[in-house]
């Protein structure tokens, strides 16, 4: 792989569209940046396909609930994007409360010779028309403007940490820690609570919702992980509010492994159905996890991301990193897994050479263009030249969102404020 390099605020999601041309980034500030992929053109044949902005846009902005007294904060949680229907592009955007459709579109033209109003829009005494004009568009610089289409506000009384847009393209949902809604893209003064998990008394809980994901090509059926690091499959056919689930997947214990932090490390913190639709991947704090959907007992894979950090858990808790939230990726045809760790490392795994890798996103050991090196982690003994130890890991530079191009080997990572993508070497 070789990189390239963005700078932006610190990324909170990042989302290919469903053909990977357009590359989308959300940040803590609550703008959204979209990337786009230059055509590949003859004179530049070494540059193919290098991603550059194409649109900067505030979706969010910081708000005040008065009544509960509480900050919304206006950092983006998660970008999906709609399949492309007409020449504009639309996307879904959403913080802890709010989710937003977004119209992305370009202009190139622009009208002029209007009778009523002069060039720069403001109104002409009628008196003094003489002659009537017929308007035309005339080319200018192009454009792309973003404009908010739909709000779909009110309706989450916790946290949003997952959208995900149904196969019939009319529908989505939107996640929760206790509950889950099912809109219309074309209503927004309504929402189907499909998923309600809150118990009559909040003291009796014992478990949130951690993500949520509707099945690629199933309209109706979805998945739903847990703090417990439980997956539960739902079908919407069965009735209309899915508290009973149609299948639930987990993993036996093993005993030997208990300890304080089982529960903690147990939580799943990222889901996602294969393309294929066959299997779903859950992320937990030290392992991915690939499932079948025909097998509820236990995963037919199970990953180790960083199991050197299993000796350093209680330091890990006391900064709270033991709650960092890592996301996992699919590449395009189910073969290799891609997921997150510390000092900017992330982690690959083929399935079916059962190989990993981990590389490292970082300014300083790549100029663009360089090709990525494989880092090792040296679990106590003797330490080799290029390996690095446990203990001089970074654990504030963590990766915890990255995206897998749907069809080509290239992908995006983000490392705090600074976006990387890496492709597959030019030849
Ligand atoms: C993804 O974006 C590109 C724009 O560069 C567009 O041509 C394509 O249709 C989009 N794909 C889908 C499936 O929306
Ligand atoms: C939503 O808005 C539509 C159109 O304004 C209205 O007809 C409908 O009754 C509203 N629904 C609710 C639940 O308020
Ligand atoms: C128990 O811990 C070992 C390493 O200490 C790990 O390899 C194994 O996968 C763990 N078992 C489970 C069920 O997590
Ligand atoms: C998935 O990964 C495999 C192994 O690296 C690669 O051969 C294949 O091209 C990838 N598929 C896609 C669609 O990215």
């Known amino acids: 792989f070789s990189y390239l390099e963005k700078n932006t605020d610190i990324i909170s999601t990042v989302e290919f569209n469903h053909t990977g041309e357009l590359l989308a980034t959300g940040d803590k500030g609550g703008r959204v940046v979209i990337f786009q992929r230059e055509q590949e053109s003859k004179n530049q044949v070494h540059r193919r396909g290098e991603y550059n902005v194409y649109s900067t846009f505030q979706s969010h902005e910081p708000e005040f609930d008065y009544l509960k007294s509480l900050e919304i904060e206006e950092k983006i949680n998660k970008i999906r994007w709609l399949p492309q229907q007409n020449a504009a592009y639309f996307l879904l955007s959403t913080n802890d409360k709010t989710v937003k459709l977004w119209k992305v579109s370009e202009r190139d033209k622009r009208p002029e010779g209007y009778n009523l109003k002069d060039e720069e829009g403001r109104l002409r005494d009628p008196a003094t028309i003489t002659t009537l004009r017929v308007p035309v568009l005339r080319p200018m610089d192009l454009m792309v403007e973003a404009t908010p289409r739909r709000v779909f506000a009110n309706a989450h009384t916790y946290h949003i940490n997952s ?14 820690d206790l509950r889950i809604n099912l809109w219309n893209f074309e209503i927004t003064n309504q929402s189907f609570n499909i998923v309600d998990i809150k118990p009559a008394n ?3 809980l014992t478990e949130v919702i951690t993500a949520a994901e509707f099945h690629p090509h199933h309209c109706n059926t979805f998945v739903y ?20 689930h149609t299948k639930f997947f987990e993993e036996p214990e093993d005993p030997s492994n208990r300890s304080f932090f089982s529960e903690i490390i147990s939580s799943i913190s990222d889901v996602k159905f294969s393309h294929s639709g066959r299997y779903i991947m859950t992320r937990d704090y030290l392992t991915v996890k690939v499932w079948d959907l025909n097998m509820e007992n236990r995963p037919i894979e199970t990953y180790q991301v960083h199991d050197y950090l299993r000796s350093k858990l209680c330091s890990l808790y006391e900064n709270d990193c033991i709650f960092d939230k890592f996301e996992c990726v699919w590449n395009g045809s189910d073969s290799v897994i891609m997921t997150g760790s510390y000092n900017n490392f992330f982690r690959m795994f083929d399935r079916n050479t059962k190989r990993d890798v981990t590389l490292e ?39 915890l ?27």
């Open 163 to 176: 959208i995900s847009v149904n196969s019939d393209y009319e529908t989505y949902m939107s996640a929760d």
């Open 202 to 204: 909040m003291e009796e």
């Open 225 to 244: 992980s847990s703090s417990k690091g439980t997956i539960r499959l739902c079908d919407m056919r069965a009735s209309a509010l899915c508290d009973r």
């Open 361 to 399: 996103a970082s300014r300083e050991n790549s100029k663009p263009r360089a090709i990525l090196k494989p880092r090792k982690v040296c679990v106590g003994g003797k330490r080799r030249k290029d390996e690095i130890s446990v203990d001089s890991l970074d654990f504030s530079k963590k990766i």
């Open 401 to 427: 969102h990255t995206a897998w191009h749907p069809s080509e080997n290239i992908i995006a990572v983000a490392a705090t404020n600074n976006l990387y993508i890496f492709q597959d070497k030019v030849n």
